[in-house]
C-alpha cells in the first residue's frame, strides 16, 4: 500500500488510541472528502489546544497525540503530532516535518528561558493530499495569534502552510534557517540532543502562562 508507513500508528503518533480515534470521529464533516477532512482536523488541532511552550514534557509519553488531548494544550510539536496521528485516523497519510526558525516574535521569558532567537526542530505537520505532501503548521490557535496581533495559518489543504516571515505591520516574525527533513515517527532523541546542546533553563518546566504573557506585552 502506498504510504503504508505514514497510516500506521508509531509510539507517538499512537492514531490507535480510543480517545484520538473518538475525537476524530467527533470533528469529522459529515461525508467530507479527503481534503476536506485534513482540513478540517487542522483548523480543530489548531484552535481547540493552546499553544504552550513554557511546559515541555519530552518524554514519548508526554508527547503522545493522546496526552495533548488530555492536557489540551502543546506546543508545535506536539501539536503537529496530535494532528498527525488525527489524519491517520481518518485515513490519511500524515508524518513530521521540522525546521529550524529564527523567531522575532516572543516574549520576554521564553527569550530568557532560551537564551537565543532560534527556534530548534520547530515541528508540523505533512500530509498526503492529492498526490502530493502538503506542510500544515497548526502551532499557534486563533486566540494567541490576536495576542500577537498576527494573521493566524490558514490550511487549504492544496498550498503549504508555513508561519509567516512578517507580521501585519511588516515586521520580521519567523525565518527558517535550517530543513530538518520529514519522520514516520517522532525523532525524540535527536530533539533531546540538540536541545540540551543549546537550550538550558528551557528543559525545566515554568508555571507561568504564556498566552498572559503575550497579552501583556503587545499591550505596552
Given at each position: 500500500m502506498e504510504n503504508e508507513e505514514y497510516l500506521v500508528p508509531t509510539p507517538?503518533?499512537?492514531?490507535?488510541?480510543?480517545?484520538?480515534?473518538?475525537?476524530?470521529?467527533?470533528?469529522?464533516?459529515?461525508?467530507?472528502?479527503?481534503?476536506?477532512?485534513?482540513?478540517?482536523?487542522?483548523?480543530?488541532?489548531?484552535?481547540?489546544?493552546?499553544?504552550?511552550?513554557?511546559?515541555?514534557?519530552?518524554?514519548?509519553?508526554?508527547?503522545?497525540?493522546?496526552?495533548?488531548?488530555?492536557?489540551?494544550?502543546?506546543?508545535?510539536?506536539?501539536?503537529?503530532?496530535?494532528?498527525?496521528?488525527c489524519c491517520r485516523a481518518a485515513g490519511i497519510p500524515a508524518r513530521l516535518g521540522f525546521g529550524d526558525v529564527r523567531n522575532h516574535l516572543t516574549t520576554n521569558r521564553l527569550r530568557d528561558m532560551m537564551q537565543t532567537d532560534i527556534f530548534y526542530w520547530h515541528g508540523y505537520a505533512e500530509i498526503f493530499l492529492h498526490e502530493k505532501w502538503v506542510k500544515a503548521t497548526p502551532a499557534f490557535n486563533l486566540e494567541l495569534c490576536e495576542k500577537f496581533n498576527l494573521a493566524p495559518l490558514e490550511f487549504d489543504g492544496t498550498t503549504d502552510s508555513v508561519l509567516h516571515p512578517f507580521d501585519p505591520s511588516g515586521n520580521r516574525h519567523m525565518e527558517y534557517v535550517l530543513d530538518r527533513g520529514h519522520y514516520a515517527d517522532l525523532p525524540l532523541g535527536d530533539i533531546l540532543d540538540t536541545f540540551k546542546m543549546h537550550y538550558g533553563r528551557m528543559m525545566q518546566e515554568t508555571v507561568a502562562d504564556f498566552s498572559a504573557d503575550a497579552e501583556r506585552e503587545n499591550m505596552t
Amino acid at each position: 500500500m502506498e504510504n503504508e508507513e505514514y497510516l500506521v500508528p508509531t509510539p507517538a503518533i499512537n492514531c490507535d488510541h480510543p480517545d484520538v480515534i473518538q475525537f476524530v470521529k467527533q470533528h469529522l464533516p459529515a461525508e467530507g472528502s479527503t481534503l476536506e477532512n485534513a482540513v478540517s482536523l487542522y483548523y480543530v488541532v489548531r484552535d481547540l489546544f493552546r499553544y504552550d511552550p513554557y511546559r515541555l514534557e519530552l518524554t514519548v509519553e508526554g508527547m503522545q497525540a493522546s496526552a495533548t488531548l488530555a492536557k489540551g494544550y502543546g506546543w508545535c510539536v506536539s501539536k503537529a503530532v496530535l494532528l498527525a496521528a488525527c489524519c491517520r485516523a481518518a485515513g490519511i497519510p500524515a508524518r513530521l516535518g521540522f525546521g529550524d526558525v529564527r523567531n522575532h516574535l516572543t516574549t520576554n521569558r521564553l527569550r530568557d528561558m532560551m537564551q537565543t532567537d532560534i527556534f530548534y526542530w520547530h515541528g508540523y505537520a505533512e500530509i498526503f493530499l492529492h498526490e502530493k505532501w502538503v506542510k500544515a503548521t497548526p502551532a499557534f490557535n486563533l486566540e494567541l495569534c490576536e495576542k500577537f496581533n498576527l494573521a493566524p495559518l490558514e490550511f487549504d489543504g492544496t498550498t503549504d502552510s508555513v508561519l509567516h516571515p512578517f507580521d501585519p505591520s511588516g515586521n520580521r516574525h519567523m525565518e527558517y534557517v535550517l530543513d530538518r527533513g520529514h519522520y514516520a515517527d517522532l525523532p525524540l532523541g535527536d530533539i533531546l540532543d540538540t536541545f540540551k546542546m543549546h537550550y538550558g533553563r528551557m528543559m525545566q518546566e515554568t508555571v507561568a502562562d504564556f498566552s498572559a504573557d503575550a497579552e501583556r506585552e503587545n499591550m505596552t
